[in-house]
C-alpha cells in the first residue's frame, strides 16, 4: 500500500512537470502569432478568391493588357500580376512611395511564391486563387521578387523586381498614359 501511494505521488509529479512545459511551450507559440500578427502585420488573407487559370490570359481581371499598376480613383494603386513557369508578369513592378498598395495575383500553371523583400509580403500564389495583399512603401527604392516555392526546373531563374518611385513622378506617368491602357510597369 505504501509503495503503491509512493509511485502515484511520483507519477503525479512527473505529470504536473509535464504539463507545465506543455502549457509552456503553447504560451510562446501564441504569443509569437500575435507578435507577428500585430508587430509584422502578418496574417492570413481574410477571404477566398477563386478564377479559371485555364481562361486567365483570354478574359477576366489577368488579361495581359490588365497586368500592371493602375491608380483607382480615390488614389491607392492596384498591381496585377500572373506568375507562370517561370516568370512573373510583369517582370518589374512599378509603385509609388507613401501610397496604399494593393497587389493581386494569381497563377497560371503551379504553385508559386510571392515575396517582396523588406515588407510583410509573403505568400504563395496558386493556380485558381487570388492572393490579395495590402502594403505601404515608405520612401523610394528598389525590391526583389523572388519566387520562393519550387516550380520545377527553372525555378532559381524566376525573379521579378519592385521599382518604387516618387509619388508625385508615379501620378504624372499615369496620367500620361493612353485613356486605352492605364497600366505602369517599368518593363514595356
Ligand atoms: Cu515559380
Known amino acids: 500500500m505504501a509503495m503503491n501511494s509512493a509511485s502515484h505521488d511520483v507519477a503525479e509529479r512527473v505529470e504536473k512537470r509535464w504539463a507545465i512545459v506543455v502549457v509552456a511551450i503553447v504560451t510562446v507559440l501564441v504569443a509569437m502569432t500575435i507578435f507577428t500578427g500585430l508587430h509584422w ?68 500553371d503551379v ?30 527604392g528598389e525590391h526583389l521578387m523572388p519566387c520562393h516555392e519550387f516550380c520545377g526546373v527553372g525555378h532559381q531563374g524566376m525573379w521579378a523586381h519592385v521599382k518604387v518611385v516618387d509619388k508625385a513622378d508615379f501620378m504624372q506617368m499615369a496620367a500620361g498614359l493612353p485613356a486605352t491602357s492605364r497600366r505602369l510597369s517599368c518593363v514595356k
Do not use: W
Open 41 to 108: 502585420a502578418m496574417m492570413p488573407p481574410s477571404r477566398v478568391e477563386t478564377v479559371r487559370p485555364e481562361t486567365l490570359h483570354v478574359s477576366g481581371e489577368f488579361v495581359e493588357s490588365n497586368l500592371g499598376s493602375a491608380v483607382e480613383p480615390d488614389g491607392s494603386v492596384t498591381v496585377r500580376i500572373v506568375a507562370q513557369q517561370y516568370s512573373f508578369t510583369p517582370q518589374c513592378l512599378l509603385v509609388p512611395a507613401g501610397t496604399p498598395i494593393t497587389f493581386r495575383a494569381t497563377s497560371s
Open 111 to 140: 504553385v508559386h511564391g510571392f515575396l517582396i523583400t523588406n515588407t510583410n509580403i509573403n505568400s504563395m500564389l496558386e493556380p485558381g486563387y487570388i492572393a490579395t495583399f495590402k502594403t505601404t512603401f515608405d520612401k523610394p
